[in-house]
């Protein structure tokens, strides 16, 4: 059974403060994801890693920055929440075609 | 641009009624996979496509991949109040790639 797993489901943080959200996977996989899904734009990718130690952008991944030091934790963060961040996260990664997710951190910036 | 484009938006509908969720593309994917997520949960994958023409079964619903791999339908018989929730098409280019999102068709069947 595949795991992906989120460190949190809810967060709500104030404004200006960093953040972190923490993506742990089960299986030996190097490819890894960090989406937003806002209501109305869909599922929109920030940043994704095909190994340790490497990032490569998503479209959208101004204000975000990745840590991958090893192959099964992908970890998203926030250097200076802003409102703007409040959204949905969504953490997945793949098997050959298929892409799957964790149940998603709801972050909500004050 | 919306690369992938899914339709309808939104459909409420009938327990026992039939509907289609179309996902629609000028470009070509290696394959093509369909999600169902519920409010506050991640997405769960349905069903992957990869082969033009290709057509899968999943109790009610079936999938097919357009001959072309730019297109895919979605086909619910019989729905239920169970089968509510947002679906979700995705396309990859390559096999292990970030995938590219419809904006998704949220379900409602009332009984």
């Known amino acids: 059974d595949v795991k992906v797993t989120q460190s949190s489901r809810y967060l709500v943080k104030r404004t200006g403060e960093k953040v972190f959200l923490e993506c742990v996977q089960d299986?030996?996989?190097?490819?890894m994801f960090w989406y937003r899904q806002d209501p109305g734009l869909g599922l929109r990718l920030i940043y994704f890693?095909?190994?340790?130690?490497?990032?490569e952008k998503g479209d959208i991944p101004e204000g975000y920055s990745v840590s991958r030091e090893k192959k099964e934790r992908f970890s998203l963060i926030l250097e200076s929440a802003s409102t703007n961040q409040t959204s949905m996260y969504l953490c997945?990664?793949?098997?050959?075609?298929?892409?799957?997710f964790g149940p998603g951190t709801r972050l909500t910036v004050t | 641009t919306q690369l992938l484009e899914q339709s309808p938006q939104f459909l409420s509908i009938q327990e026992g009624e039939n509907l289609t969720v179309y996902c629609n593309s000028s470009?070509?994917?290696?394959?093509l996979q369909w999600y169902r997520q519920e409010p506050g949960e991640g997405p769960v994958l349905l069903v992957t496509?990869?082969?033009?023409?290709e057509v899968k079964k999943l109790k009610r619903l079936t999938f097919q991949f357009g001959d072309a791999r730019k297109d895919s339908s979605l086909h619910i018989t019989a729905a239920q109040p169970g089968d509510t929730g947002l679906y979700l098409c995705?396309?990859?280019?390559?096999?292990?790639?970030?995938?590219?999102f419809g904006k998704g068709t949220t379900l409602s069947v009332s009984s």
């Open positions: 997945a990664r793949t098997s050959s075609y298929e892409q799957y």
């Open positions: 299986m030996d996989h190097e490819n």
């Open positions: 890693s095909y190994d340790v130690k490497m990032k």
């Open positions: 470009s070509v994917f290696s394959s």
């Open positions: 496509v990869v082969t033009g023409g």
């Open positions: 995705a396309g990859a280019r390559q096999a292990g790639t970030a995938l590219i």
